[in-house]
C-alpha cells in the first residue's frame, strides 16, 4: 500500500459558519493502482486530494504515504518529501509564464538542489516520455493547453515520485486533448508503476481507472471496482450468498 487516509476530518471556518469539507473519510491507496474519485461540486474531492498530498493542513485523522504518518512532518520536512513522493497536477498547469517547458520542468530538481548533469538527464528524460521533446524551449503561451499539461505532467514526474495526484486534470481540455492526456497517464503508470489519484467529473476518464470512489458531503458513498482486478469482498459477500 502507497497511501492510506485514517478518518480524515476537514472543517474550514469556526463556531456557526464551520464548513466540514471532510468527514470521517478513510481510504488505502495500492502501489501501483489508478484511482479516481467522483462526486458533485463541493463534495470534498479537491480537499482531499489536498490532504493526501500534504498541501493543506488536516483537523483531525491521519495520511500515511508508504507507512510515513505525514501529518506529523514539519513545514520545510514536508515540502521536501511532497517533492520527493508526490507528483501533482492541476486542471489549470500551473506553470510558470516566464520559464520555457525545460525549465518548468526542472523546478522541483532545483529546489532539492539537484546536480546539472543529474538535472539535465532526469529533464530529457520526463520530457521525451510526455512526447514534447521538440517543444522544450517554448514557454507556456507558446504552448496549447494539451502541451501544457504534459509540461506539467513532466513536472510531476520529474523526481520520480510514487504517486500522481490529479484534479481534474483534462478539466481544461476538448476530448481529443483530454483523451491523449489520459493514454499518457496511464502508460506512464503501467511503464513506471507510479499510483494515480485523479479527480474528475467525467465518467469517461474515470473508466481508465481501476477503481473509482465516490464522495458526497465529504463522505465516500461508494465504491466501484473495473477492469479485471477482483473485488475480494464482492467475492467473499457472493461466496457466501451460494452457501446459504
Ligand atoms: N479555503 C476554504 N475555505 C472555506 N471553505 C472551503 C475552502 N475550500 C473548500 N471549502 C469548502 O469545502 C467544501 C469542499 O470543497 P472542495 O473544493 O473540496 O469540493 P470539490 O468536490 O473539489 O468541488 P468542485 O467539483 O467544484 O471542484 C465546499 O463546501 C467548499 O465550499
Ligand atoms: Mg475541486
Redesign the pocket.
Known sequence: MIMEAIGLI?S??EGSAT????DNVTLQIEDGEFVAIM????????????LMGGL?SITSGQVKVNGRDITTLKEAELARFRRKEIGFIFQSYNLVSVLTAEENVALPLLMDGCKESVMRENVGKAINLVGLDGRSHHRPSQLSGGEQQRVAIARAIVNNPSIILA??PTGNLDSVNAEEIMDLLSNLRNKSGQAIVM?T?DPKMAAYADRIIF?KD?RIIDEERLGGKIDQKKLVSKLKGSTN
Open positions: 476537514k474550514y471556518g464548513v466540514k469539507a471532510l462526486g458533485p461540486s463541493g463534495s470534498g474531492k479537491s480537499t482531499l486530494l489536498h493543506d484534479d481534474e479527480v467529473h464522495l465529504g
